[in-house]
Structures are given as C-alpha cells and as structure tokens.
T-cell receptor, first 117, second 111 residues
Framework: KAGVTQTPRYLIKTRGQQVTLSCSPI?????VSWYQQTPGQGLQFLFE???????NKGNFPGRFSGRQFSNSRSEMNVSTLELGDSALYLC????????????????FGPGTRLTVL | SQQGEEDPQALSIQEGENATMNCSYK?????LQWYRQNSGRGLVHLIL?????REKHSGRLRVTLDTSKKSSSLLITASRAADTASYFC???????????FGTGTRLLVSP
C-alpha cells in the first residue's frame, strides 16, 4: 500500500498571504488528522475529518480550516499568515473506526514545511 | 498542553548499547502509541500498546505500560546508528482520533 502523501513538501510565504496544504491518506482510510509541529509548542492537534465531516478540532484560531473530499483526500488552509505559523504540518490517516476518546493506529505523512517571512 | 512528558529529553549512547525512554501521562487511556521522527521528517509509528497489556515486543523494541503509575517505557536493544531520531509517546485525548504527544526524547547513537 502506498503511504500518506503530502504536497507540497516545502512552502515559503509572506505574512498576510494564505496557503493550502494537501494530504492523500492511505487507500481505504477514511480519517485524516492534521497536526502542527513547532520547536516551542511541539506537536499540536489541529483537526480530524472522517467521511467529509469534521469530527474533532484543536485549539487553533479560525484562520486554520480544513476540508475532506469524497475520496478522503484532505486539504487544510491557513489564511492571513503570521510569522508564528511557520511550522511542520503533518497529516495522519487511520481507519477512524475507534469511537470518541480513542484512536486507531495513525500513519503520518512526511509533512509540509511552511516558512512565513 | 501536552499530556505526556518524556524522560530523558536527550540520550547519547554507543552502538550496541540499550536505550530506555520513559513517558508519563496524566489521564486514563485506552492505548498508548510510540512514534519515531527522523530530523524534520514525518512520524513513523512504532508500536501501540493497549491499556490491558503490560508489555509488548516488536523486533528490537520492547514497550511496557503501567496504568497504575500512568507511565510507559520504550526500550531499544542493541541500538544502531540508524536509530538516531526523536521518540515520542502519544495518548488519545477527548473526541475522535486526537493524539496528544509528549515532549519527545532525542536519541543519538554513535558508531
């Protein structure tokens, strides 16, 4: 099986711009989660989608949004970029069948490194 | 905030030695996962241990879980230079599929 793919791998943007990141999960997986990793805050959960519905959301401002398509591919969007949004953005896919308060094994993509100047 | 705290923050050993990393967490869990991350890259899933398991093995990896102490350990035996990476424990949080990660242990294995 092909793994989780993320595009692009690297992005450089300036403050105030917006950015869209893409994630293709493992075939057959219906859950896609997004995480932000920074040196200061570590790995932080952004949101999770399952069958095109957002089921869970982390503590991030509304500038961070996402969506999932019928083929389970997911995109996340960050609007009005700030310097502090510079980070490695990771997506993870899983079967998503474990009920609330639990997790399946999650498989991560290589990440998108976003630099905001 | 992070659920897990890992100890030590950094560990430097020689090839062939064993490496032990510890993770403590705060709330009751139904499973705990360990991940490896090579510098600036994605996370690689190593092992998932369920709350009713006390020990689990995978190749050179041995994971223990003590739910009474809310702690887990990852042992890598006969380490290799290729094991150099950061290791994270992760536990489920409220809601669907949300993992809360520890602060990580940076392991350096010297040839």
């Amino acid at each position: 099986k092909a793994g989780v793919t993320q595009t692009p791998r690297y992005l450089i943007k300036t403050r105030g711009q917006q950015v869209t990141l893409s994630c293709s999960p493992i075939s057959g997986h219906r859950s896609v989660s997004w995480y932000q990793q920074t040196p200061g805050q570590g790995l932080q959960f952004l949101f999770e989608y399952f069958s095109e519905t957002q089921r869970n959301k982390g503590n991030f401002p509304g500038r961070f949004s996402g969506r999932q398509f019928s083929n389970s591919r997911s995109e996340m969007n960050v609007s009005t970029l700030e310097l502090g949004d510079s980070a490695l953005y990771l997506c993870a896919s899983s079967a998503g069948l474990v009920s609330t308060g639990g997790t399946d094994t999650q498989y991560f993509g290589p990440g998108t490194r976003l630099t905001v100047l | 905030s992070q659920q897990g705290e890992e100890d030590p923050q950094a560990l430097s050993i020689q090839e062939g030695e064993n490496a032990t990393m510890n993770c403590s967490y705060k709330t009751s869990i139904n499973n705990l996962q360990w991940y490896r991350q090579n510098s600036g890259r994605g996370l690689v899933h190593l092992i998932l241990i369920r709350s009713n398991e006390r020990e689990k093995h995978s190749g050179r990896l041995r994971v223990t879980l003590d739910t009474s102490k809310k702690s887990s350990s990852l042992l890598i035996t006969a380490s290799r230079a290729a094991d150099t990476a950061s290791y994270f424990c992760a536990t489920p949080s409220t809601g669907f599929q949300k993992l809360v990660f520890g602060t990580g242990t940076r392991l350096l294995v010297s040839p």
